[in-house]
């Protein structure tokens, strides 16, 4: 029976390309760009908190302070262990899911990303010279009769945040049509199994974009956490540099 997917062993490859390297470049600035978001998020949360505390407070002592930042930090903590159990459950599906993977595809094999490497890396050579690094993961491309879409394999939670991972899941659902009507209509008397495997492959990515999303919040959780003690202690002396 006739496979409609060709898997791609994942490699650290040397490239030392112009156009790779300015896209080693630009992950800097990349992360730079991450650190502003992050820096966005912590003081949208302060403000916010600032405006709580100014609405419910009318005499800023610390009797009056304490109080009101133990509901915070409460609220702030209530997030991050909730979420930490569904972080972690879409952890544990994502390897469940990437081990059925590789029992139902023999060809592939156990290659798995060091998380230390970079997808764009350099090192340097001497003085004046650099060697750039470029990580590929395993990939698996699957065909219907006219297209091909090739994804990416995350193997690894460093993965999570340096591969497309939103415009694959994008990529998998709008050719899932194609591949589906391909592999029925070519496999009307056996199990779909080319389409079980595009399910897995989907399920890994929604796997990671759920963990994603449940720890951007249980950032936001932390800032409460933060932004509580802060206020809890220094509420009297911020409004009244403030005002």
């Known amino acids: 029976m006739e496979c409609h997917y060709t898997i791609r062993e ?3 490859v040397l490239n030392n390309s112009r156009k790779n390297k300015m896209i080693a470049y630009s992950m800097l600035f990349i992360r730079f760009f991450e650190l502003l978001m992050l820096i966005f998020t912590f003081g ?3 403000y916010l908190t600032y405006v709580i505390f100014r609405k419910c407070i009318t005499k800023a002592t610390l009797a009056a302070c304490i109080p009101l930042g ?3 930090a409460t609220f702030g903590s209530a997030i991050i262990s909730v979420l930490s159990l569904y972080c972690n459950k879409q952890i544990s599906l994502f390897q469940e899911n990437l081990s059925a993977l590789h029992e139902q595809i023999p060809e592939m094999s156990s290659w798995k990303r060091w ?3 970079k997808r764009y890396d350099r090192e340097i050579i001497n003085l004046r010279k650099h060697n750039y690094y470029t990580l590929k993961n395993p990939q698996i491309t699957f ?3 006219s297209l ?3 994804i990416a394999l995350p193997t690894c939670t460093a993965d999570f945040y340096d591969l497309p991972i939103f415009m694959g899941i994008v990529k998998m659902i709008c050719f899932y ?3 589906s009507q391909t592999v029925l209509r070519l496999n009307n008397t056996k199990p779909p199994k080319d389409l079980f495997i595009f399910h897995c492959t989907l399920m890994i990515y929604r796997n990671i974009i759920r963990y994603k999303t449940g720890t951007f919040f249980m950032w936001i959780g932390s800032e409460f956490v933060l932004a509580s003690i802060i206020f809890s202690f220094f509420y009297p002396s911020i409004s009244g540099l403030i005002l």
């Open 10 to 12: 994942g490699e650290l």
């Open 44 to 46: 949208a949360t302060m």
């Open 70 to 72: 133990s509901i915070f």
């Open 115 to 117: 998380p230390f490497l």
């Open 143 to 145: 065909k219907s009769e």
């Open 148 to 150: 091909s879409l090739s």
């Open 177 to 179: 049509k194609y591949f």
